[in-house]
């Protein structure tokens, strides 16, 4: 099992910015597509932002030119930088992981990271 980390989580005002943060086995992070989900409780889980490993990317139309996803091969993390937050983004944040660059797949979890934008 791969444990995979979440940081960096916080409660800002609309407007604010705020890095998150996973941190993953090094060794096998550069295999890895790697994901961003959020959740608010009674509501689905939606993706956020996708980085595969040729660092390509992809994002949720809610938040796109707002986040932008990032990974650092070298130190096993994976970041996601929010700018200019708004209410609608409240919510835990969960990274994962697909092997093989499966990005069709989650096969690792990490327990989530809260964020909360206050008006």
């Known amino acids: 099992q791969v444990q995979l980390v979440e940081s960096g989580g916080g409660s800002v005002q609309v407007g604010e910015s705020l890095t998150l943060s996973c941190a993953a086995p090094v060794v096998t992070f550069a295999g890895y597509c790697m994901k961003w989900f959020r959740q608010v409780p009674g509501k689905e889980r939606e993706g956020v932002a996708t980085?595969?490993?040729?660092?390509?990317?992809t994002y949720a139309e809610s938040v796109k030119g707002r986040f932008t996803v990032s990974r650092d091969n070298a130190k096993g993390i994976l970041y996601l930088q929010m700018n200019a937050l708004k209410p609608e983004d409240t919510a835990m944040y969960y990274c994962?992981?697909?092997?093989?660059?499966?990005?069709?797949?989650?096969?690792?979890w990490g327990q989530g990271t809260q964020v909360t934008v206050s008006a």
């Open positions: 980085i595969d490993v040729y660092e390509d990317t």
């Open positions: 994962a992981a697909a092997r093989n660059n499966y990005c069709s797949r989650s096969d690792y």
